[in-house]
Each structure stands twice: as structure tokens, then as C-alpha cells.
């Protein structure tokens, strides 16, 4: 059971443009929800965290949207720049939990 | 100092070698983690090690051996590998506030041949 999707395997989005990447949970248990970047061969890099009690949270070009009825949140990069090409994993975990619970990762492309 | 360490980068190892690698973390956490990605795969946790106690075994099998020295420093030993065990290893330590967050290090890409 996936308690965490992202539907989108990869996404492709021109540079300077917006770039949204979504996912969505099943475990109304969830707390925090965290965004990490990876590049090839390297450790997953944290971007970006949102609390339940919170709809938003912005941190200079990324913004995390949070829908609990929905139980859905997004990742918005703008402007979306080439550095930006990695693969994208959100987590999600209850409030004390010591695991992350992660999407499968959406590869995200910036064309020039 | 925000930053997890792995040594080494790379590692080949025979299937009859053993092997460590190393982990270091000096933000004072204490709470450090060894997951296990494939390519194309998010990360799989394999050990949780809080107050440098093993917390958490994700049923990972005994040819996998984890070490706590102390709050800094976190190792995993490795004999008996499979080829199969071929990965990038990734060490993470997480803070004791905030939403959980883990920082990870940059991993160590293992080889079994």
C-alpha cells in the first residue's frame, strides 16, 4: 500500500516558467511533509518542509502547497531554472515518527 | 557545520570481503539513519539508531551490520555481500524539532561483484 504518490513519473518544463509537482497521501496520520531533491549519485537534498496545521510555506523561488481535504500537496519551483533538473521526492510523516514515508520521485526537466 | 560525511565514495567489493562504511554528522542530532536506493527508486530505510541505540531493523539481513561509537559517528559493516546488495548507500541525521526533517549525506555507490 502506497501511502505516498507521485503520479508523475517525469515532468518537462521550460526554463524561466513555473514548474508544479504534485503529490498526494493516503495517511490522514500525517504530520510534517518534506520535499528532497537528488541528483544522480548523490544524497537527496532537503528542500522544503510544511507542517499540517499550514496550507503554505514558501522558501525564496519554492513554495509547498498543502490541501489536507484533499490530502494532496504540491511543490512550486518559479522561475524554474536548468540547475533545477533532478528528480523530486516528497515524504510524510506523523508527528514523533522516526521514519519518512517517500513518494517514488517525479523526474523534473528544465529545457533552455 | 551542516553537513553528513560518507567515506567512502565509491567501494567494489568480492563477494567475499568485509567491508565498512562510515558516516559522520556534527549538527548534534541524534538520531542517524542508513537507508539503501536503487536507481530510479526513493529510499529504502534499512537502520534508525536514536540516542545511539538501535531503534529500528527493517528486517535487513544479518550480512548487514550496523554501529552506533557514539553520538558523531555511525558505521555499517558489510561481508558476505550479494550482487544484488549493489547500491548507493545513504547515511541521514534528523533534527530533534522542527517537521522531522533528515539531512542526508552524499552516499557511497557500492559495487559486489
Known amino acids: 500500500d502506497q501511502q505516498v504518490k507521485q503520479n508523475s513519473p517525469s515532468l518537462s518544463v521550460q526554463e524561466g516558467r513555473i514548474s508544479i509537482l504534485n503529490c498526494d497521501y493516503t495517511?490522514?496520520?500525517?504530520?510534517?511533509f518534506l520535499w528532497y531533491k537528488k541528483y544522480p549519485a548523490e544524497g537527496p537534498t532537503f528542500l522544503i518542509s510544511i507542517s499540517s496545521i499550514k496550507d503554505k510555506n514558501e522558501d525564496g523561488r519554492f513554495t509547498v502547497f498543502l490541501n489536507k481535504s484533499a490530502k494532496h500537496l504540491s511543490l512550486h519551483i518559479v522561475p524554474s531554472q536548468p540547475g533545477d533538473s533532478a528528480v523530486y521526492f516528497c515524504a510524510a510523516s506523523p508527528q514523533g515518527a522516526q521514519k519518512l514515508v517517500f513518494g517514488q520521485g517525479t523526474r523534473l526537466t528544465i529545457n533552455p | 557545520d551542516t553537513e553528513v560525511t560518507q567515506t567512502p565514495k565509491h567501494l567494489v567489493m568480492g563477494m567475499t570481503n568485509k567491508k565498512s562504511l562510515k558516516c559522520e554528522q556534527h549538527m548534534g542530532h541524534r538520531a542517524m539513519y542508513w537507508y539503501k536506493q536503487k536507481a530510479k527508486k526513493p529510499p529504502e530505510l534499512m537502520f534508525v539508531?536514536?540516542?545511539?541505540?538501535?531503534?529500528i531493523n527493517e528486517s535487513v539481513p544479518s550480512r548487514f551490520s550496523p554501529e552506533c561509537p557514539n553520538s558523531s559517528l555511525l558505521n555499517l559493516h558489510l561481508h558476505a555481500l550479494q550482487p544484488e546488495d549493489s547500491a548507493l548507500y545513504l547515511c541521514a541525521s534528523r533534527t530533534s524539532g522542527g517537521y522531522n526533517e533528515q539531512f542526508f549525506g552524499p552516499g557511497t555507490r557500492l559495487t559486489v561483484l
Open positions: 539508531y536514536s540516542y545511539e541505540k538501535l531503534s
Open positions: 495517511n490522514s496520520m500525517f504530520d510534517y
